[in-house]
């Protein structure tokens, strides 16, 4: 049997058949003779003929193939996002190209022309940390490609969007805090024209307000989250505020660094110092000790956003008005937050 993969025409000029006739009998067209696609089919597979499915797509209109840009796929929230959304876009009969930006805008800028060129049906993106300008992505709606933004976006009325409550998660890990009895709680915070890090950074500040409790600038620190960033800025805090009894940190990669400082100064978690984080990462359940997180629902982050992607790529970009949706978040309490025992202690 050949190994070389034949084409339609192949097959046509062999039965001296027509391309258009030999394209009916492979899809089994009801004006074929059952003789004439007995022939074509034994013939295919003896030249291992095998349809082009872009080609076909094409010529529909159509490549099947949706795009998605994520900043990378190290740690658990995009992985799992991205999971989410291939088993819809599969069930879809859908295929998905990911493609990553690596937190670099220009890369970003040329993963969407990367796309673009690839005729993709849509376009899902989370934008990178270093994303200051959106003008590029006018260029997606120039060309009425469905878009849909997710987790780090634009906030707009104009885009479709899919997010999670992140000041509502700040909001809660904070007031946790406090409901464990710390009073000095400090922010490891990310770039502020990110949407996630402000609206957290807000969370955090809100519920300290809200509970009667100053938001101090010599308790916030600023960084790309990275664990050394979260190394340097726990250095950083306890140097200015070495009363600090809490932090509150914008993703759990930076807590990580934070915690290994803590440690190395022979303060104890959560006695001396309680932690909560944001992301709910795998290993928060193989710290010692296990860290508090914000859960952000990726898997159903991922769902949601190629399901209205799909929506838009069937009814068509420009006859679907932009949707946001907002998914809650959900605080899981492990043991580097829980002070209760403490607290009893000191009523006695």
């Given at each position: 049997m050949s190994t070389h993969r034949a084409s339609i025409s192949d097959l046509a000029a062999q039965l001296n058949l027509s391309v258009s006739t030999v394209?009916?009998?492979?899809?089994?067209?009801?004006?074929?003779?059952?003789?004439?696609?007995?022939?074509?089919?034994?013939?295919?597979?003896?030249?291992?003929?095998?349809?082009?499915?872009?080609?076909?797509?094409?010529?529909k209109g159509r490549s099947n193939t949706l795009g998605v840009v994520v900043p990378h796929?190290?740690?658990?929230?995009?992985?799992?996002?991205?999971?989410?959304?291939?088993?819809?876009?599969?069930?879809?009969?859908?295929?998905?190209?990911?493609?990553?930006?690596?937190?670099?805008?220009?890369?970003?800028?040329?993963?969407v022309e990367t796309l673009l060129?690839?005729?993709?049906?849509?376009?899902?993106?989370?934008?990178?940390?270093?994303?200051?300008?959106f003008g590029y992505l006018e260029e997606i709606r120039r060309r009425d490609i469905p878009m849909v933004l997710f987790d780090r976006?634009?906030?707009?009325?104009?885009?479709?969007?899919?997010v999670l409550n992140d000041y509502q998660g700040g909001y809660e890990a904070v007031c946790h805090l406090i409901e464990q009895g710390c009073r000095q709680i400090a922010h490891l915070g990310g770039p502020q024209h990110l949407n996630i890090c402000r609206n957290r950074y807000q969370g955090y500040a809100d519920a300290l307000q809200h509970n009667g409790l100053p938001v101090d600038p010599m308790l916030v620190n600023f960084s790309d989250l990275r664990i050394q960033d979260g190394r340097?800025?726990?250095?950083?805090?306890?140097?200015?505020?070495?009363?600090?009894?809490?932090?509150?940190?914008?993703?759990?990669l930076a807590l990580v660094g934070a915690m290994q400082i803590i440690k190395r100064r022979g303060l104890r978690i959560p006695q001396d110092v309680a932690l909560a984080g944001f992301s709910n990462e795998l290993f928060d359940s193989l710290t010692?000790?296990?860290?508090?997180?914000?859960?952000?629902?990726?898997?159903?982050?991922?769902?949601?956003?190629?399901?209205?992607?799909?929506?838009?790529?069937?009814?068509?970009?420009?006859?679907?008005?932009?949707?946001?949706?907002?998914?809650?978040?959900?605080?899981?309490?492990?043991?580097?937050?829980?002070?209760?025992?403490?607290?009893?202690?000191?009523?006695v």
């Open positions: 394209s009916r009998a492979l899809s089994d067209h009801s004006r074929i003779s059952d003789a004439t696609k007995k022939r074509v089919w034994e013939l295919a597979r003896q030249l291992n003929y095998q349809p082009n499915q872009l080609a076909a797509a094409l010529r796929i190290d740690g658990q929230f995009f992985a799992l996002v991205v999971k989410g959304i291939e088993t819809v876009a599969t069930k879809a009969g859908f295929n998905v190209m990911i493609c990553q930006s690596n937190e670099d805008a220009a890369q970003e800028q040329k993963n060129n690839a005729q993709v049906d849509g376009i899902l993106l989370s934008l990178s940390l270093s994303t200051h300008d976006v634009v906030e707009s009325k104009d885009v479709s969007a899919v340097l800025g726990m250095e950083s805090l306890l140097n200015q505020a070495p009363q600090l009894d809490a932090v509150f940190s914008c993703n759990d010692e000790p296990m860290l508090t997180s914000v859960d952000q629902r990726c898997e159903e982050m991922g769902r949601t956003a190629v399901q209205m992607l799909l929506d838009l790529i069937n009814e068509g970009p420009t006859k679907v008005a932009p949707r946001q949706v907002v998914l809650q978040p959900n605080l899981l309490i492990r043991e580097s937050s829980l002070r209760s025992d403490l607290l009893q202690e000191t009523k």
